[in-house]
């Protein structure tokens, strides 16, 4: 499997896309790795706009035909958007993991944790130490 270079990743299997030019929000998914180890997804909890979440605390869930798996905050902040489509149809997070599958964007209160993230080529070794 590969990783999006463009992204940070977290160990818990979440990935990051950094801000751009906007509001300075980040948009927050899990991994190919993670969905497909978790097979097909059936259900989506996301948190609610306007939540408070903590850098690796649980804020939602995924439920696959196997199992029923946090999804982890990958930095502290709030919820500013989600991914609404995952209501109606959660297999975009097996499709298209790093698109269509996104989960939710938060406004970050610590910038500075955005460096403790793991670059691609680090998350690929860790998943590959098991």
């Known amino acids: 499997m590969t990783y999006p270079d463009d992204l940070k990743y977290t160990s818990e299997h979440e990935w990051v896309r950094e801000p751009g030019e906007s509001d300075g929000s980040v948009r927050v998914g ?17 948190p609610e706009v306007g939540a408070k979440v903590t850098r ?3 804020c939602g ?3 696959s035909t196997k199992s029923v798996s946090d999804i982890y905050a990958p930095l502290t902040g709030q919820i500013v958007a989600r991914n609404e489509a995952l209501d109606t149809s959660p297999e975009l997070v097996n499709s298209d993991p790093y698109g269509d599958g996104w989960m939710f ?3 970050t209160s610590n910038a500075d944790e955005l460096d403790d993230l793991l670059s691609a080529a680090d998350y690929e070794a860790e998943v590959e130490k098991g």
Request: proline share 0%.
């Open 30 to 46: 899990i991994t190919n790795y993670a969905q497909d180890a978790l097979g097909d997804i059936v259900y989506v909890t996301l």
């Open 56 to 58: 690796g605390e649980a």
């Open 61 to 63: 869930e995924l439920e």
């Open 105 to 107: 964007e938060l406004q």
